[in-house]
């Protein structure tokens, strides 16, 4: 093969490269864009909140930010607004049918549910990346899963967290939500039971 047409090919491959790039970073935003330090997704570092050596990052009370508007329909065709719960904590569990991690986690979510929900505690899931319901609405009933889940295949209700703030960008990944609707704690990861009850006593505790 002569080098004019090495040459020629260059570019091709250079181009096919930078698309395949693209489409990953678009993939990777819709994922929003997984940060292994758990911290600071798109922002200048300027955060206010506390990075624990459990993977559980926390935010003072006074500094907190609202969660965004997280309204739509949810897996069992209802819809649901998340501002409906002020008032009580909430347990925010962002997770897809095709996860592993969230297939681990989910009978654990349940479980804690069951005994907090009495408490002023409400469970909601966000369903991503599912192209449809049959498969999340099967996931729900395998594990028993009995609190609701907005459906949203695209990522726009997490893409709507502000940056630099506890926003998911992991999934799973699970936000504890104070009584005022503020972003309190997150992990970027599956939750045993026992992490999760910890992770929403110091929330549930507070008055």
């Keep these: 093969m002569s080098a004019a047409c090495r040459a020629d090919q260059r570019p091709n491959r250079t181009r096919s490269r930078a698309v395949l790039l693209t489409a990953g970073?678009?993939?990777?935003?819709?994922l929003?864009?997984?940060?292994?330090s758990g911290g600071t997704s798109g922002g200048s570092g300027n955060t206010n909140f506390v990075a624990g050596k459990d993977g559980v990052d926390t935010v003072a009370?006074?500094?907190?930010?609202?969660?965004?508007?997280?309204?739509?329909?949810?897996?069992d065709g209802k819809q649901l607004d998340v501002d409906d719960y002020k008032g009580k904590v909430v347990v925010l569990n962002i997770w897809g049918s095709w996860c592993g991690p969230c297939r681990l986690e989910a009978e654990n979510f349940e479980k804690v549910?069951?005994?907090?929900?009495?408490?002023g505690v409400q469970f909601v899931g966000i369903n991503t990346r599912d192209s449809?319901?049959?498969?999340?609405?099967?996931?729900e009933k395998e594990h028993g899963i009995t609190y609701?889940?907005?459906?949203?295949?695209?990522?726009?209700?997490?893409l709507r967290f502000k940056k630099g703030t506890l926003n998911p960008q992991l999934i799973p990944s699970t936000l504890i939500v104070d009584r005022d609707g503020k972003v309190a704690s997150r992990t970027l990861q599956a939750l045993s039971e026992?992490?999760?009850?910890?992770?929403?006593?110091?929330?549930?505790?507070?008055k």
């Design 113 to 119: 549910y069951k005994d907090v929900k009495d408490d």
């Design 32 to 36: 929003l864009s997984a940060c292994g």
């Design 132 to 139: 449809g319901l049959t498969l999340p609405r099967a996931f």
């Design 194 to 206: 026992e992490s999760l009850r910890k992770m929403l006593k110091p929330v549930l505790a507070e």
């Design 61 to 75: 009370k006074g500094s907190r930010t609202p969660i965004p508007d997280l309204s739509g329909p949810t897996v």
């Design 148 to 158: 609701p889940s907005l459906y949203d295949p695209t990522g726009r209700l997490m």
């Design 25 to 30: 970073a678009a993939v990777a935003a819709l």
